[in-house]
């Protein structure tokens, strides 16, 4: 499967954004579906994923600002970020993984997907 990520941009803390991640392969809805982002001189952190049925997987440092969602007629998962603060500047990026258990352990760690897209920057001024 490949990954388009997309929907980056420059906003003012507050404002909202909509990342897209689209894929390509008739395989997608069996993925589940990650984003993570890497912001300068920080590791990698995970930021929400999706299930083929719909199960949410969010880290807490975003998970009442940032809602994760799937559109498998379109082959592409959302990623609405709202409240946006400076520290979510970042490069974005979307990953798909197999399923695995509903752990969130699992499909928080980045080295559990399998195939990546390329990022998008996401910069929030203050």
């Known amino acids: 499967v490949q990954l388009q990520a997309s929907g980056g941009g420059l906003v003012q803390a507050g404002e909202s954004l909509r990342l897209s991640c689209a894929a390509s392969?008739?395989?997608?809805?069996?993925?589940?579906i990650g984003w993570f982002r890497q912001a300068p001189g920080k590791e990698r952190e995970f930021v929400a994923a999706?299930?083929?049925?719909?199960?949410?997987y969010s880290a807490d440092s975003v998970k009442d600002r940032f809602t994760i969602s799937r559109d498998s007629a379109k082959n592409t998962v959302y990623l609405q970020m709202n409240s946006l603060k400076p520290e979510d500047t970042a490069v974005y990026c979307c990953?798909?993984?197999?399923?695995?258990?509903?752990?969130?352990?699992?499909?928080?760690?980045?080295?559990?997907?399998?195939?990546w897209g390329q990022g998008t920057q996401v910069t929030v001024s203050s």
């Open positions: 990953a798909a993984t197999r399923p695995f258990e509903s752990a969130y352990y699992y499909y928080a760690r980045s080295q559990n997907y399998l195939y």
């Open positions: 392969g008739r395989t997608f809805s069996y993925y589940v």
């Open positions: 999706i299930s083929s049925s719909g199960i949410l």
